[in-house]
């Protein structure tokens, strides 16, 4: 995938609570979240686990916000995460992202973040 920013970023996943659907965890979706890694917020949705907290962490993130990390539970992930576009990686900002960055004292990303994801050579 080339330069991916999100391996060197985490910011979404500790700023933000991620809460979905009970319905897409392994206890009702097989392949889903897994069910000990959310949280119940109400009749409808779950979070997961240290998203509810303050300050919040996903328990899924593993390594140092800004440095380099990664989804433990990546191909289970929920909708919530896999619906959540990065800046520019689509060509458009996404405020959320860029809240994210700012809150941990990273800047947001720019159309540059992505270029060798798009077979061009990073500007120098």
Not at 73 to 97: G, K
Not at 108 to 119: A, F, V
């Amino acid at each position: 995938m080339g330069n991916n920013p999100c391996l060197n970023c985490g910011a979404c996943c500790a700023l933000f609570r991620a809460s979905f659907y009970w319905a897409e965890t392994d206890e009702f979706t097989p392949g889903g979240v897994p069910w000990e890694m959310t949280t119940k917020i109400n009749d409808f949705c779950v979070a997961m686990n240290g998203t509810e907290r303050k300050p919040p962490r996903c328990t899924a993130l593993v390594g140092e916000i800004g440095r380099k990390v990664f989804c433990s539970i990546y191909d289970h992930r929920s909708s919530v995460c896999r619906n959540f576009e990065p800046s520019w990686q689509n060509y458009h900002s996404n405020p959320r992202c860029n809240q994210a960055r700012l809150g941990w004292g990273l800047k947001p990303l720019s159309p540059d973040s992505w270029r060798n994801n798009r077979g061009f050579p990073k500007a120098a």
